[in-house]
């Protein structure tokens, strides 16, 4: 007769391909197993579902027992059934980083996925600390091969998300969880303090910042546009300006985790004005008229807006009581006593920066001048009268010149004091009408000319 088989179904006989190994018994014992599926069976008599090749697609694996009784001779077979479910799997995005400003946000991210072995894959949006309601993220069914998956965080701060997703396969295989993290590290929040923005040429001024958020300035980096030509690091700079106009400042901050920002500020540097005058008379006049008329002639750079309007004059008249003056183009008389007074202006602009200049002016003596027209070169008259001068007053220089009716230079001098006393060539000249020609120069440098008749008696 033929041997009676009894095999031990498989409980049970759907399996997932990651489950263990399963021994396959039957009786009598001391048969052979084979299979439909040739990987399957390992060692023998072992059932191997990760071996199998035969997997899915509701594919049955035949199991097959043969043997042989060794005291008739007489074989039997018989079989049992399998399946092997595939594993589910997913593909999860690596940490995705970004950077983001402090304040909040909507930022929709659009991430690759992947599915595969029938699987449902349904996401888990949480952050660290287990708030789904933070994010959006729709579930997601029946993925299978590449996608992608959008998510939307909704009016968030920079913070760090953990988002979850379970695969869901075939009833005889577990679900597959994985979890990747959404990290939005922050952009400096910062603004620069500057300590003087304006100011009249030279400025100089401090440059720091100030970080309004959770960046730690130890660990950041700082550079510097000065706008001057020149570049800077750290968080800290003094610098001066010199040239006139507006300096605009641009700092790039960098987080150590990458994230940058570019903050500015400027620079306002108001040119100094040039102080000048001119005074009419040209610095010198006589006790006859003391007055004099002085013109404004500063200047400024229009840089900013700059522009003169205020005027501080100081006629240095310490007696007066109208010392001082506001007009542009004012006017002043001085005491008729000679004298020299220094002139000071100050000018101011609208910007606030000044500027002097001061000069003096002279009140000098009038000119006097007295040329007598006869002289009596012996002792028989006035001793005052026995030489010829001219009697001058008032002068810085002089020049006195004596010619005979040839033309002939009988005298010549330049000291006021000095007279001709009527020899020529150590010989009296004689009894006759001589002419001169007398140049005076006055203190303002004025050069007066006189010419006349001088007749010489003895």
């Given at each position: 007769?033929?041997?009676?088989?009894?095999?031990?179904?498989?409980?049970?006989?759907?399996?997932?391909?990651?489950?263990?190994?399963?021994?396959?018994?039957?009786?009598?014992?001391?048969?052979?197993?084979?299979?439909?599926?040739?990987?399957?069976?390992?060692?023998?008599?072992?059932?191997?579902?990760?071996?199998?090749?035969?997997?899915?697609?509701?594919?049955?694996?035949?199991?097959?027992?043969?043997?042989?009784?060794?005291?008739?001779?007489?074989?039997?077979?018989?079989?049992?059934?399998?399946?092997?479910?595939?594993?589910?799997?997913?593909?999860?995005?690596?940490?995705?980083?970004?950077?983001?400003?402090?304040?909040?946000?909507?930022?929709?991210?659009?991430?690759?996925?992947?599915?595969?072995?029938?699987?449902?894959?349904?996401?888990?949006?949480?952050?660290?600390?287990?708030?789904?309601?933070?994010?959006?993220?729709?579930?997601?069914?029946?993925?299978?091969?590449?996608?992608?998956?959008?998510?939307?965080?909704?009016?968030?701060?920079?913070?760090?998300?953990?988002?979850?997703?379970?695969?869901?396969?075939?009833?005889?295989?577990?679900?597959?969880?994985?979890?990747?993290?959404?990290?939005?590290?922050?952009?400096?929040?910062?603004?620069?303090?500057?300590?003087?923005?304006?100011?009249?040429?030279?400025?100089?001024?401090?440059?720091?910042?100030?970080?309004?958020?959770?960046?730690?300035?130890?660990?950041?980096?700082?550079?510097?546009?000065?706008?001057?030509?020149?570049?800077?690091?750290?968080?800290?700079?003094?610098?001066?300006?010199?040239?006139?106009?507006?300096?605009?400042?641009?700092?790039?901050?960098?987080?150590?985790?990458?994230?940058?920002?570019?903050?500015?500020?400027?620079?306002?540097?108001?040119?100094?004005?040039?102080?000048?005058?001119?005074?009419?008379?040209?610095?010198?006049?006589?006790?006859?008229?003391?007055?004099?008329?002085?013109?404004?002639?500063s200047t400024v750079d229009p840089v900013n807006g700059s522009a003169i309007?205020?005027?501080?004059?100081?006629?240095?008249?310490?007696?007066?009581?109208?010392?001082?003056?506001?007009?542009?183009?004012?006017?002043?008389?001085?005491?008729?006593?000679?004298?020299?007074?220094?002139?000071?202006?100050?000018?101011?602009?609208?910007?606030?920066?000044?500027?002097?200049?001061?000069?003096?002016?002279?009140?000098?003596?009038?000119?006097?001048?007295?040329?007598?027209?006869?002289?009596?070169?012996?002792?028989?008259?006035?001793?005052?009268?026995?030489?010829?001068?001219?009697?001058?007053?008032?002068?810085?220089?002089?020049?006195?010149?004596?010619?005979?009716?040839?033309?002939?230079?009988?005298?010549?001098?330049?000291?006021?004091?000095?007279?001709?006393?009527?020899?020529?060539?150590?010989?009296?000249?004689?009894?006759?009408?001589?002419?001169?020609?007398?140049?005076?120069?006055?203190?303002?440098?004025?050069?007066?000319?006189?010419?006349?008749?001088?007749?010489?008696?003895?």
């Open positions: 007769p033929l041997p009676n088989l009894n095999l031990t179904p498989l409980t049970p006989n759907r399996l997932c391909e990651t489950a263990a190994d399963v021994a396959l018994n039957a009786t009598p014992a001391g048969g052979s197993w084979s299979s439909n599926d040739p990987t399957a069976i390992v060692g023998g008599n072992n059932f191997s579902p990760g071996s199998a090749s035969i997997v899915g697609n509701g594919d049955v694996i035949k199991l097959y027992y043969d043997y042989t009784d060794a005291a008739t001779g007489c074989s039997n077979n018989d079989s049992i059934e399998a399946l092997v479910d595939p594993k589910p799997t997913i593909s999860l995005p690596t940490n995705a980083v970004y950077c983001r400003n402090q304040g909040e946000m909507s930022m929709p991210l659009t991430l690759p996925i992947s599915a595969t072995n029938n699987s449902s894959l349904i996401w888990i949006p949480t952050d660290i600390y287990g708030n789904r309601d933070r994010i959006n993220a729709g579930a997601i069914d029946n993925i299978q091969g590449e996608g992608t998956i959008t998510l939307a965080l909704q009016n968030q701060k920079a913070d760090t998300f953990r988002i979850g997703a379970n695969a869901g396969g075939l009833a005889s295989c577990s679900d597959v969880n994985g979890s990747f993290e959404i990290i939005i590290n922050p952009i400096p929040d910062a603004s620069i303090t500057n300590s003087n923005p304006e100011d009249c040429n030279p400025v100089t001024t401090d440059l720091g910042v100030v970080i309004d958020n959770q960046i730690d300035p130890a660990t950041a980096t700082f550079s510097w546009n000065l706008g001057n030509g020149n570049n800077a690091n750290g968080a800290s700079n003094t610098v001066t300006y010199t040239d006139d106009g507006q300096a605009n400042i641009a700092l790039v901050i960098t987080s150590d985790k990458g994230c940058d920002t570019t903050i500015t500020s400027s620079v306002l540097i108001n040119p100094i004005p040039v102080a000048s005058f001119v005074p009419n008379p040209n610095n010198y006049t006589t006790a006859a008229l003391p007055r004099f008329i002085f013109t404004n002639t309007d205020q005027f501080d004059w100081d006629f240095g008249d310490l007696n007066a009581s109208d010392d001082v003056s506001s007009e542009e183009n004012p006017s002043h008389y001085y005491p008729t006593d000679t004298a020299e007074y220094c002139v000071n202006l100050k000018v101011t602009t609208n910007k606030g920066c000044s500027d002097e200049f001061n000069s003096c002016v002279v009140i000098g003596p009038d000119l006097i001048v007295f040329i007598p027209n006869a002289f009596t070169p012996n002792t028989s008259g006035p001793s005052q009268n026995e030489g010829f001068k001219a009697i001058i007053s008032g002068e810085k220089a002089m020049e006195l010149i004596v010619f005979n009716r040839w033309g002939e230079i009988m005298f010549i001098t330049n000291d006021v004091n000095e007279r001709w006393d009527g020899m020529f060539k150590g010989e009296p000249a004689q009894q006759d009408v001589y002419a001169y020609q007398l140049n005076v120069t006055a203190l303002n440098d004025e050069v007066y000319n006189y010419t006349g008749t001088i007749t010489l008696i003895r």
